[in-house]
């Protein structure tokens, strides 16, 4: 086991705002007992899927003019971070779906802790000239377990491309995570991200989107659960250099108790992304008055032939809410409990893969269980 020590700057604004808001970026400051523990499992490989680990020089199948851009792509948690992978992980789980491969069944990977354990990943995800690739990343330990977890993904969409991607997070009340993820789509190609987040002590989610081809698009949905003393730190940076290129960010979610959540949502319309359309909704249930909630919605723009919405709605359930769900035989906690897993089965029915949703199911109700 070693001590590590992780100083960093998380989750920084591509452009400064007030400095009392506290939402430029997120200070962290952790000792890891850093011992490398934890399971990883690959679940239903397709026969079109090429997967490999190891450093880029061991991988066989990589062609470095094909993977430099990718390598280049920094996630939305910031180089400093990014920068602890780099330091911590000696190999790259590489997984590429071959040209034109149109493939429905979802690849799986697993992430399993123990109580006390640690490790950091990074992964690369590649769907190749034509292709489709589904893939779903769950990470789960034991509801009272601690330890640390950091992951990387990049995504890359090569031209007419599409990459799902689902991340599921179940760990543990006293886990510490990070969860980084980059992705670049090219021309006429499609990323949609579905993420759940729903377990960790504290955890810092950081997501950056580079829309850079022509008619590109992007589709991310979120969903997040807070309780008790739980953080959670969001960003998502939604950059448009595509002419034509559409962006869609939905994020919802409930926090309870004296539970944490930041989130920056930033879509960028750069020069030259003529004809791009960006929106993106944030909707937050607060269950408790001693919640701390803060919401960033950014535009930035630097062309004319634009569209870029955003909107947030954040608060309790309304008196004429509560009085009709009481009328329905519902007390106020139950109808709260009933209207927090509303939010989140939004997102989790988008999954599409029974064991997962089974999985996120059992898990939500065994969290509210405990209030009985």
Known sequence: M???DLKVNINPMPTLTWNFLKLNGADVNETIDFNGRGKSTLHNIPSKVV?????CEECGECDTAFYEDIHRMDTGLG?????????NCDGILHVRSKKNARITEPLCISYSFEDRDSNAVRQEIIAEEGSTLTVIMDQTSGRKDSGFFAVQTKLKACRNAEIRFVGISLLGDGFLHLDGIAALAEEGAR???IQMELGSAKSYV??????????SSFDGNAAFLRLNDQMLDMNYYIGHRGKRSESSLNVKGALRDRAVKN???????????????????????????????????VILCDEDDVEGSHGATIGRLSREMLF???????SEHEAEVLMA??????????????KSIGRIQHYTEEVFGDDR
């Open 341 to 354: 897993k509303g939010q989140l089965n939004f997102v989790r029915d988008l999954i599409g893969d029974e």
């Open 2 to 4: 070693e001590k590590k």
């Open 263 to 297: 989130f920056r949502g930033i879509i960028d319309l750069k020069h030259g992304a003529k004809g791009a359309k960006g929106n993106e909704q944030e909707e937050t249930l607060l269950l408790s008055e001693g919640v701390h909630n803060k919401t960033l919605p």
């Open 324 to 330: 009709y769900m009481q009328s329905r035989g519902f």
């Open 191 to 193: 990323i949609e991200l």
């Open 51 to 55: 997967v490999s680990s190891g450093s």
């Open 206 to 215: 950081g997501v950056n989107v580079d829309l850079a081809g022509r008619g």
């Open 79 to 87: 180089k400093e971070a990014d920068g602890f992978f780099e330091e």
